[in-house]
């Protein structure tokens, strides 16, 4: 008898278990504005803006010379990426700006970084780089490219250095940002256990900047392909932005729309990248 009663129970608080994690699967989902995977609905707004291009040149609505056709801008793709084009195959353009943007990037990231993170934790630091910082971080980088021509000249060293500078302000501010991240508990508790100064900064205040550091990195990222076109009008033979620009000149709309294209794909592709990156260096995020 007695066994008979501890089975019944245990049926039953296996069936509310049961009830228990099937309604925590219907809204688990949904606990925050805004969860939820977008892949669906991105794929159907790009084909939507595809399908009203092609519409739109195809009616007549927009004259080629604004606007070509999605035909006229893959025939462009395939002549260049084949090298038949009356001008360097698309893999020499490419190539040149990944090469300035990587190499801008990289700078950045090995200075700013740290010197945002010196900026979050010493006074002297944050006020040694804040007025440079906050000076220039709003003027766009044409204003500045003349100066950067007349000191440093028209080779590689000014373009790679004024998407530099465009990279640099955001990941330093992000950086400087993250380090007040972690709250007092975290570092008192740290403190209390013996830490150093610079124990807290490495296994405390570090690890709790990461996210806003990998997003730092986002938006710099974007700005050195942002900054990429201006960069090659310095006298270059070679990158994507010179294609663009050189295809302007004769009003070539449908090779001009074609880099245009390739440069957002690529931002795009190395955006997606560092969001993989954040999502396997700091999993936590966003599930606290």
């Known amino acids: 008898m007695l066994e008979g009663m501890v089975m019944v129970a245990e049926a039953v ?7 228990t994690e099937q309604v925590a699967q219907k809204t688990s989902a949904f606990r925050e504005l805004g969860e939820g995977s977008s892949a669906g609905i991105s794929v159907i707004t790009i084909a939507a803006l595809f399908a009203l291009w092609f519409v739109v040149t195809q009616t007549g609505w927009v004259k080629p010379l604004f606007l070509p056709s999605p035909q006229a801008v893959w025939e462009q ?3 260049y990426a084949s090298g038949q ?63 950067i021509i007349i000191w440093f000249g028209i080779d590689e060293l000014p373009k790679v250095l004024l998407i530099y500078l465009s990279c640099f302000a955001p990941l330093a501010l992000a950086a400087r940002s993250g380090m007040k991240t972690a ?29 806003e550091i990998l997003v730092g990195m986002r938006i ?14 310095v006298a270059a033979s070679l990158g994507l932005g010179q294609l663009v620009l050189n295809a302007s000149n004769f009003l070539r709309t449908d090779i001009v729309v074609m880099g245009i294209i390739v440069i957002g794909l690529l931002a795009y592709g190395f955006d997606l990248l560092m969001r993989w990156a954040a999502y396997r260096l700091v999993p936590w995020k966003g599930r606290g």
């Open 13 to 19: 608080a296996r069936q509310s278990q049961r009830k």
């Open 77 to 79: 793709f395939v002549l």
């Open 85 to 147: 084009a009356n001008d360097k195959p698309l893999w020499q353009h490419l190539s040149a700006s990944l090469l300035r943007v990587l190499s801008a990037f990289g700078l950045a990231c090995v200075t700013a970084i740290p010197i945002g993170i010196a900026m979050g934790t010493s006074r002297v630091m944050r006020g040694i780089f804040d007025p440079p910082l906050e000076f220039y971080r709003p003027l766009p980088p044409l204003s500045y490219l003349p100066l």
């Open 183 to 211: 709250t007092q508990e975290q570092i008192h508790a740290a403190a209390s256990m013996g830490a150093s100064r610079w124990q807290v900064i490495r296994h405390v205040l570090l690890p709790a900047a990461l996210p």
């Open 220 to 233: 710099a990222v974007g700005f050195g392909w942002t900054t990429l076109v201006a960069a090659e009008m």
